[in-house]
Structures are given as C-alpha cells and as structure tokens.
C-alpha cells in the first residue's frame, strides 16, 4: 500500500463483515488501483460459444490425463530391455525411449495449454494500473488479494463447470502420477527378481554355475558371433572391452575342445538368445588391459589378489563402483581408467582403486589365465566381490 495515511482503513470487525465484493472494490481503492476495464468474458451465461469454450478447455486436459496414464503404462509395461537389430523385439526396444518422451510432452502440453485457455477464456478480462509500492503487503491487502483472486474465480464460473474442474483434476492427477512413477519405478522394482540364484547381485555372468570354463569374447557388433581373444591380440598400453563366453563341456565336466572348435568354425550353433544375453547382460562388461612392460613393475597388487593377472594382463569391470557407468576410458599414459559420468578416476596400476571423484571403491578385478590349450583367455573364476554400485545389502 503505497499511502496508508490517506486512506481510511477498516477495523479488523468492520474488515471481518465485509462480503468480496466490499473487498475487491476496497483493495482496489487502497492500492492506487485504477480499473480501466473488467468484463465478463460470458455476459449470458449458457451459450453455444461458452459451452464450445468449455470443452475446448475440458479436451486438453483429457488430453493432458490420458498421455499422462499412457506414460504410466509404457513406463511400466513397455519391452525396455536391449533386443538385438535382428530380432522382432528389436523396434519395440527402440520404441521405448520415445514413447515415453512424447507420453510425458504431451501430458506437460495439455496441462500448459488447458490452463491458458481457461485463463484466456473465463477469467474476466481486466486492464487495471496500480502504482508500485515497497516492502511486503500488510494483512488488509493480502485479505483484499485473496478476494480479487476468488471473484475472478467466480466470475470465469469455475464453480458450475465441472467439466472443466474434473478433466483438470483428471489431466493434473495423471501428470502427477507420471512424474512419480519416475523416481517410485526403480524402488519398487524386485532387483532379485530375475536373477538366477538367490545372491544375484554379488555374481555376475562370469559365474560358473557347472565350474565350465568362461572365455573371453570380444563384441564384434553381431550378437550371433563369437571371437574369442588372445594375449598376442592386445598391443602393450591397450584395452578391450570382453564379456563371457561358457564353453561346452563334456560328461566329465572337462572343455569340450572339440565342440569348441565346432563353434568357432561356425559348424556348430549356440542358443542365439544365451549369445544375446552374455553381451547385454549390465553386469558383464570386463575392460581387459595390457599394461607396458615398464608399467607392469609398477604395479601394486591387492590383498587376496596378487595371482588375479596373466603377465601384464589385468581384468577390472567396466561397471563402476560410484553409480554403475561403463568406465571406458583407459588412458594409457597415466594408466588411468576414466569413468565419463561423475570423472571419477581408477589407477590400474593400483588395483583400480580410486584416486579422484565420488567413487569410493576400487573397481572389481576378474582372475584371468590363458588356456593351455587353445591360447585363449578365460577367467579363473567369478569376481571375488560385487561389482559396481551400493545396494542395500552390501555393506562396503
Ligand atoms: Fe562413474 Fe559416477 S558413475 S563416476
């Protein structure tokens, strides 16, 4: 209120019988508040044009309501799970992203425009000019306010227009149900639930279930194929990324070599989905890093691990320990590994442990050997910790 002095101000009890209208016309005159104009959008009430307003109105929120459930089902039922180019899943996966980006926009868009219609077509249209005064309002001119705000509701009708009211709730109940179910979706997930064994978490796919031998293969970018890597692959001071291969066994449990040959000749198949599901699987990617030989003497081994290498050959999850990003970077001067989310940083020549950024564990390292036989790489046996980020049952 710019000049209080002036202006003669009721009593708290002559304020507390005033009716809105009594209100609105006194906050008015105490804030300098000049109305040029204030019409009734609908003058006659019940029109053809007014009702075709209303659900102009009503549409967008419906429109609003129903991309906002529709967000809920896609985020919930849709196939969001990597499937391969090949296979029939292939363009309901890349769907999935999508769907949800334009659920979600359209949701934001019925509710932006529903609201500016409502605004645009009800509320009274009103020119006013008031002179700018400092400092926060005292209690008559937030009463006053308040009053302002509901006439304008009662005169846009908001009361008798249900249509409008219930597809508004309808739009914004959905919307806010949408936004929820984003952050509520990966709480309520069971992260057991299709996990093999009953510690999933702390096993990977390098688990030998039947003590079979787990290979390394690399991803050739076709999910049917299967190479499997050797030392004399890797140049000193590079990396690469591998992920494990079960080798066939036979009766005696032993590597069936000669059906391995077999299948590296491409004479004999391997269940296509089982191939699929080594290379997606999240917990699997292995980054398999020749050190140099003058960084290989460097190299301080951890406790219980001192037999993990093969030479300067090292194997440490790809996953990382801060919130499970892949760490692809190896830099082969510092011998760093980068993670690119948060740039937490893992020395390989200190068995990965971190030396910069939020990450506080050191990344899992995979024991490797070559077979004898065959020269290939394989791992000795699952990580011996688990990898990636704290879940409620880890407790370091
Ligand atoms: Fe790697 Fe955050 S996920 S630093």
Redesign the pocket.
């Known amino acids: 209120m710019s000049d209080d002095a002036k202006k003669e101000i009721p009593s708290d009890d002559q304020l507390a019988e005033m009716d809105r209208d009594e209100l609105l016309k006194l906050g008015g005159e105490l804030d300098d508040v000049q109305l040029v104009e204030y019409d009734d959008p609908w003058p006659v009430k019940g029109t053809r044009a007014e009702k075709r307003a209303e659900r102009a109105v009503a549409a967008w929120f419906t429109l609003a309501g129903l991309a906002g459930l529709a967000f809920v089902g896609v985020f919930i039922a849709w196939p969001w799970r990597y499937a391969p180019a090949h296979s029939d899943a292939h363009v309901l996966y890349l769907l999935y992203t999508p769907l949800l980006g334009l659920t979600l926009g359209l949701a934001i868009v019925g509710i932006g425009v529903g609201v500016v219609m409502y605004a645009k077509k009800f509320l009274p249209h009103e020119v006013a000019v008031q002179q700018r005064h400092e400092g926060r309002s005292p209690e008559i001119d937030r009463q006053t306010f308040v009053a302002h705000l509901a006439d304008a509701g009662a005169v846009s009708g908001i009361a008798r227009r249900s249509l409008i009211k219930r597809t508004a709730l309808f739009g914004t109940g959905a919307f806010g149900l949408a936004v929820a179910a984003l952050p509520l979706g990966s709480l309520i997930k069971n992260p057991h639930a299709e996990s093999t064994t009953k510690d999933g978490l702390w096993h990977t796919g390098w688990l030998a279930p039947q003590g079979e031998r787990v290979f390394m293969r690399r991803d050739t970018g076709d999910s049917h194929s299967i190479e499997l890597v050797k030392p004399e692959d890797l140049d000193a001071g590079s990396m690469e990324t591998v992920f494990p291969f079960h080798a066939p066994v036979t009766k005696s449990g032993e590597v069936d070599y000669a059906a391995l040959d077999d299948i590296l000749a491409g004479r004999k198949r391997v269940d296509p989905a089982e191939l699929s599901e080594a290379l997606t699987r999240s917990d699997n990617p292995v980054m398999l890093i020749r050190l140099r030989p003058e960084d290989g003497v460097k190299v301080v081994k951890a406790q219980n691990q001192e037999d993990f290498n093969y030479g300067d050959y090292y194997a440490y999850t790809k996953i990382?320990s801060?919130?499970?990003?892949p760490?692809s970077l190896y830099e082969q001067r510092t011998n760093r590994i980068l993670?690119p989310?948060?740039?937490?940083q893992f020395d390989a020549l200190h068995y990965a442990k971190p030396i910069f950024?939020?990450?506080t564990r050191k990344l899992a390292q995979l024991p490797i050997q070559v077979d004898a036989r065959t020269g290939y790489f394989y791992a000795t046996a699952d990580f011996n910790e688990a990898v990636g980020?704290a879940f409620w049952e880890r407790k370091s």
């Open positions: 990382c801060h919130l499970g990003c760490t993670c989310c948060h740039q937490s950024g939020p990450a980020p």
